[in-house]
């Protein structure tokens, strides 16, 4: 028999688990957040997608040399709002010519959390903001579970700015030349925690080639210039979750794992 939640994390929580098929009381939430679960990940098969078309423009150097100009364009920016037209001017990254938005960010500037997911699909291309498709709803349930909110106290962004075709991964080259922006981001936000959402951007912040199901729920660390070194925790991907329902409880322990550190961190 469930019960009602005064708790507005628990409450938010309790939406997260009505939405993916379950109902359960506040003991039930608690009990599932140390529940064992067996299931390991698996990434969905990758679509196969044609190779981004390169401008004329972009045709003109190399990703190296595009990260370059990247990272001198990025140092040069003071505000979000100038970061926010430098990379909208950019023309470095080939994804670029396909999408219909460039995708920046979304919440408060300043904020002491940033999530960092991995790019635009079809709704925040169109849209325009990171997170606001069924992965981005969800994402902003679990955030809430653990009061933090993007319109109060969370800055999102991604490691990549243009919807890939077919919503593939985005490559290395095209991750290489959004580098320099990202982190001008992070230096600029100055934030006390940053939550990597799935393991494109936690592999590409961290310089891993470890798996999330290895990286997320420990506490990394960030060195980047201008903000010095920040913890970093690794969350499942929300768009996982849809797929995986199953793997709730992982995420749970994830999110009290972060609720604790932010505390240690005020």
């Known amino acids: 028999m469930s019960q ?3 708790d507005p994390a628990l409450a938010s929580l309790t939406l997260w688990w009505r939405d993916m098929g379950i109902v359960a009381d506040e003991a039930h939430i608690r009990a599932h957040g140390t529940a064992r679960t067996v299931a390991s990940e698996t990434q969905a098969p990758p679509r196969k997608a044609p190779p981004a078309r390169m401008s004329r423009k972009a045709r003109q150097r190399t990703p190296a040399e595009w990260s370059q100009v990247a990272g001198a364009t990025a140092a040069a ?3 979000h709002g100038e970061l926010v037209d430098a990379i909208t001017a950019f023309d470095g990254c080939p994804l670029k010519e ?3 938005k460039t995708v920046v960010f979304d919440g408060v500037q300043g904020a002491p959390v940033m999530v960092i997911g991995e790019g635009p699909g079809r709704d925040e291309d169109l849209a325009g903001l990171p997170f606001v498709g069924r992965a981005g709803k969800l994402l902003d349930k679990m955030l809430a579970s653990i009061d933090i909110d993007r319109t109060r106290n969370a800055l999102i962004t991604n490691v990549n700015y243009w919807r890939p075709p077919r919503n593939r991964n985005p490559e290395a ?3 290489q030349v959004c580098a320099p922006f990202v982190h001008r981001m992070i230096a600029l936000n100055r934030p006390k925690l940053i939550i990597a959402a799935g393991a494109v951007p936690a592999k590409a912040l961290l310089g891993s080639s470890s798996g999330i199901m ?3 729920g420990t506490q990394q660390s960030l060195e980047v210039t201008g903000a010095g070194t920040i913890p970093l925790m690794p969350i499942l991907h929300p768009a996982y979750l849809l797929r995986r329902p199953e793997e709730k409880a ?3 322990r994830d ?3 972060i609720e604790n550190l932010l505390q240690s961190l005020t």
């Open 214 to 216: 290895k990286l997320r």
């Open 173 to 175: 080259d095209e991750l």
């Open 255 to 257: 999110l009290l794992t």
């Open 250 to 252: 992982r995420a749970w």
């Open 98 to 100: 396909a999408a219909t």
């Open 77 to 79: 920016c003071k505000t």
């Open 4 to 6: 009602t939640v005064d």
